[in-house]
């Protein structure tokens, strides 16, 4: 059995910052490729960023150089630190976890393990 519990979320204003935290519990592998979604207001869940067990990442255009990936393998947490944010960013963030995905985007249907969703909410 293996869970993703998402936590950080919240609610800032325009041009400020939230720090996500997944962690995994139970049967997981370190091969696993951890990726981060977020589904906005009345949209379809996207891809936002994914790293891989060698510490790759990708990025979705739209937070390039706002958005860091990062994560902690002996601990199964993968993080997501998010700068500079705007109303776009607003919606509830999911962390996924499956594969290996080498070289790979973050599309949803690869990904067998979710978490609950964090809800980041950002005004303007």
């Known amino acids: 059995q293996v869970q993703l519990v998402e936590s950080g979320g919240g609610s800032v204003q325009t041009g400020g910052s939230l720090r996500l935290t997944c962690v995994a519990s139970g049967y997981t592998y370190a091969s696993w490729t951890m990726a981060w979604f977020r589904q906005a207001p009345g949209k379809g869940r996207e891809g936002v960023a994914i790293i891989d067990s060698d510490g790759s990442t990708r990025y979705t255009d739209s937070v390039k150089g706002r958005f860091t990936v990062s994560q902690d393998r002996a601990q199964k947490s993968v993080y997501l630190q998010m700068n500079s944010l705007k109303p776009d960013d607003t919606g509830i963030y999911y962390c996924?976890?499956?594969?290996?995905?080498?070289?790979?985007?973050?599309?949803?249907?690869?990904?067998?393990?979710w978490g609950q969703g964090t809800r980041v909410t950002v005004s303007s």
């Open positions: 996924a976890a499956d594969g290996p995905f080498y070289g790979t985007w973050a599309d949803p249907n690869l990904f067998a393990y």
